[in-house]
């Protein structure tokens, strides 16, 4: 199985400040079609999971453009550019490239 | 507009059995992955299982391989989990989602395992 190991687990951050979480993958995401199926998820305190990146740098319809994704191989980032109260709360990423489907452990995000 | 609807949950005894069921609506059902999610209290995200759309191939994580089944119902537009022999450790939210990685989600539905 592919394991994504995040870091850091635990984000507090000054409203208005840029923050970075950082996903690694046990193994290369890049999918034998050429694409890397890396998504990155947020889930707010008391919601159901939301996507906001996938394929690596692609955003969802209706996320703010401050969300911004990149990476390659095994190493991943997801930025955000100015951190806004309603930012609060768990972020994942996970890999569709392989057979079982893994999720990081997830990073909290909280503001200072 | 894309909704997923989850139901079925409840308390259940170690040993029992449940089906989860996710009503979908807004969008083309029967081409479209299916998935299972779940989500212990106060834990991260497991990937359960995945229904394909235009195929019939089925994925399961190896937790609840042997006793979980998914299904869907293209008719309905409505995807299935029976769960069977039930432990204490698959108490947990379990969401359905669309597509293959996982663009809509639902509520969530919560089962309980527990004497």
């Known amino acids: 199985d592919i394991v994504m190991t995040q870091s850091p687990l635990s984000l507090p951050v000054t409203l208005g400040q840029p923050a970075s979480i950082s996903c690694r993958s046990s193994q290369s995401l890049v999918h034998s079609d050429g694409n890397i199926y890396l998504n990155w998820f947020q889930q707010r305190p008391g919601q159901s999971p939301r996507r906001l990146i996938y394929?690596?740098?692609n955003r969802d319809s209706g996320v703010p453009d401050r969300f911004s994704g990149s990476g390659s191989d095994t190493d991943f980032t997801l930025k955000i550019s100015r951190v806004e109260a309603e930012d609060v709360g768990v972020y994942y990423c996970m890999q569709g490239t392989q057979w079982p489907r893994t999720f990081g452990q997830g990073t909290k995000v909280e503001i200072k | 507009e894309v909704q997923l609807l989850e139901s079925g949950g409840g308390l259940v005894q170690p040993g029992g059995s449940l089906r989860l069921s996710c009503a979908a609506s807004g969008f083309t059902f029967r081409s479209s992955p299916m998935t299972w999610v779940r989500q212990a209290p106060g834990k991260g995200l497991e990937w359960v299982s995945t229904f394909s759309g235009t195929t019939s191939n089925t994925y399961y994580a190896d937790s609840v391989k042997g006793r979980f089944t998914i299904s869907r119902d293209n008719s309905a537009n409505t995807l299935y989990l029976q769960m069977n022999s039930l432990r204490v450790d698959d108490t947990a939210i379990y969401y359905c989602a669309k597509d293959w990685n996982f663009g809509y989600w639902g509520q969530g539905t919560l089962v309980t395992v527990s004497s």
């Open positions: 394929e690596v740098s």
